[in-house]
């Protein structure tokens, strides 16, 4: 296998989560206002809600080496902050919409999906959108030429287990998720207040019938 050098190894990856982003994009529609995105990282999410008509974006994460890397990117109209145990007490204001992306795949505990979903509801306005790209769970475990994710030591269907995704570039890249199903998202999101409107599945990949991507959109009452 060929080696790629991190730009390629990003684009590769970039290209099989894309169907994913496009379908949050249609979901948001006309995006406007202060924009928060929760679990920004190198900050793609965050430049590419600029790109969707955000006015402007606080992208926040527990990772301080993946925020030093945001910020040498051309990040007009966004900011980075450093925030640990899902605390946002510190950010002034509120926001119009708020999106996270890949983020609650990696959080281990339903309690801590609590705390981040409360944490984000405190800071819309009434009537603020909150858009996630989460796994679908009917396509786990999930096998195609770039990503596997699939259970550690077997998959068993509950929610929680760990799960190890490895993104095929070469060197190839793993991560630790954890699978969660739509019944948990719901009860985490309707039990801090929000009203889920929507919860659609990206298109599959070519030659694929299934995504492993879903996107939810909830709405502050
Ligand atoms: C897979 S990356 C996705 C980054 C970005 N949203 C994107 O779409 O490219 C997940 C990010 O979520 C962050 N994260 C995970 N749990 C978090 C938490 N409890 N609070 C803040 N950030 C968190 C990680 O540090 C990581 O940077």
């Given amino acids: ?17 894309k169907p994913a982003y496009k379908l949050a994009r249609k979901i948001f529609g006309n995006l406007e206002g202060r924009v928060l995105d929760y679990g920004c990282g190198i900050g793609k999410s965050s430049r590419l809600l600029i ?4 006015g402007s974006v606080l992208g926040v994460d527990s990772d301080e080496t993946a925020l030093d890397r945001a910020k040498r990117y051309k990040n007009n109209g966004i900011e980075y902050r450093l925030i640990s145990k899902n605390d946002l007490s510190d950010v002034d204001g509120h926001f119009a919409a708020a999106f996270s992306s890949f983020v609650t795949v990696e959080i281990s505990t339903k309690d801590e999906l609590k705390r981040m979903a409360n944490a984000i509801y405190d800071k819309l306005v009434s009537g603020g959108t909150y ?12 096998e195609s030429p770039m990503i596997s994710i699939r259970g550690v030591n077997g998959f068993n269907n509950q929610s929680g287990q ?28 309707e039990n801090v207040g929000f009203k889920i409107e929507e919860i659609s599945t990206a298109k599959p990949e070519e030659g694929k019938d299934i995504s492993p991507f879903i996107v939810i959109k909830a709405i502050k009452e």
Avoid at 131 to 142: F, G, S, T
Avoid at 162 to 189: A, C, G, H, N
């Fill in 1 to 17: 296998m060929q080696t790629v050098n991190y730009q390629l190894k990003h684009k590769l990856i970039s290209n099989e989560y």
């Fill in 51 to 54: 790109k969707w008509g955000a």
């Fill in 131 to 142: 858009i996630m790209i989460a796994h679908n769970e009917d396509a786990v475990p999930y």
């Fill in 162 to 189: 760990q799960l190890d995704v490895e993104v095929r570039t070469s060197p190839p890249m793993y991560f630790r998720d954890y699978y969660w199903k739509i019944t948990d998202y719901k009860e985490v999101l």
